[in-house]
């Protein structure tokens, strides 16, 4: 059972306009949500992440909403450029427990 | 700063073999784990460790073992591989692993025959 669950695989967006990726989650107990970005051959790098405690936190272009009543967050990246061209993948975990469960990932392509 | 390192970056073995993933990190963290990437499952969680000398299991440990004998080195034993286990492995590390961000390696790739 998927518990971290990204429903897109994919998205193309034009450079200059805005990036939605989407992540639903079904444990309730999740308190501390974050996404990666990954390139081939290469491991995930850290991009955002937000507590249950809030429900937006922005880094430059990157914005992370969390919608604690529906189980889901979105990356919001404004403006997109072609180098965000990437698989993102959202990870949610339960404080304590040390274990991060992390979602199939989502294929941005933005096209120049 | 080397951040997070792992060898070997590409293995083939054949079913039965075992062997050891080697993960090292230099930046002096306590907590990390071990993930596997398979094709639309995402990352899941093999093993972790909090520090030396503490390792707990994740999501799918079968077939795996751990140990943590420094705070630098996190080896990965696959006991005796399948052709399941072909998947690509990433190590990661971060200072307090409960809420800090993660610094991944950047991989192994396996293929068990």
């Known amino acids: 059972d998927q518990q971290v669950k990204q429903n897109s695989p994919s998205l193309s967006v034009q450079e200059g306009r805005i990036s939605i990726l989407n992540c639903d989650y079904t444990n309730s107990m999740f308190d501390y949500f974050l996404w990666y970005k990954k390139y081939p051959a290469e491991g995930p790098t850290f991009l955002i992440s937000?507590?249950?405690?809030?429900d937006k936190n922005e880094d430059g272009r990157f914005t992370v909403f969390l919608n604690k009543s529906a189980k889901h967050l979105s990356l919001h990246i404004v403006p997109s450029q072609p180098g965000d061209s990437a698989v993102y993948f959202c990870?949610?975990?339960?404080?304590?427990?040390?274990?991060?469960?992390f979602g199939t990932g989502t294929r941005l392509k933005v096209l120049a | 700063n080397a951040g997070v390192t792992q060898t070997p970056k590409f293995q083939v073995l054949k079913t039965g073999q075992s062997m050891t993933l080697q993960c090292a990190q230099d930046m002096n963290h306590e907590y990390m784990s071990w993930y596997r990437q398979d094709p639309g499952m995402g990352l899941r969680l093999i093993h972790y460790s909090v520090g030396a000398g503490i390792t707990d299991q994740g999501e799918v440990p079968n077939g795996y073992n751990v140990s943590r004998s420094t705070t630098e080195d996190f080896p990965l034993r696959l006991l005796s591989a399948a052709p399941s286990q072909t998947s690509v492995y990433f190590c990661?590390?971060?200072?307090?692993?409960?809420?800090?961000?993660?610094?991944f390696g950047p991989g192994t790739r396996l293929t068990v025959l």
């Open positions: 937000i507590s249950s405690i809030k």
């Open positions: 990661a590390s971060s200072y307090q692993g409960e809420s800090d961000t993660q610094y």
């Open positions: 990870a949610a975990s339960v404080r304590g427990t040390y274990k991060y469960i």
